[in-house]
C-alpha cells in the first residue's frame, strides 16, 4: 500500500484532495499545524486518492498514515 505519513505531530487543519482525485508530484494534499505554523503535506509521486485516514481537526503524530494511494 502507498500511503503518505505525517511528518511531525500537529492538527489536521485542511484536507486538499478528495477520494478519487488525481494528484501530480509535489502537490499539497493537508495541511497541518504544528508550533503555530502553517505545514503543508505533499506527495512525493503521482497517483489516485484511494482513501483520506484522517479528519480536519484531527491530532496526528509523526508517522501517522494521512492518505492511501492507488
Avoid at 11 to 21: A, M, Q, R, S, Y
Avoid at 34 to 45: E, F, H, L
Amino acid at each position: 500500500m502507498n500511503f503518505i505519513y505525517a511528518e511531525m505531530a500537529g492538527k489536521i487543519l485542511e484536507i486538499c484532495v478528495h477520494v478519487g482525485d488525481v494528484i501530480d508530484p509535489d502537490q499539497d494534499v493537508i495541511i497541518m499545524e504544528s508550533m503555530k505554523m502553517q505545514i503543508p503535506v505533499a506527495t512525493a509521486k503521482a497517483g489516485r486518492i484511494k482513501t483520506i485516514v484522517v479528519s480536519v481537526g484531527q491530532f496526528v503524530n509523526e508517522g501517522d498514515a494521512l492518505v492511501e494511494l492507488e
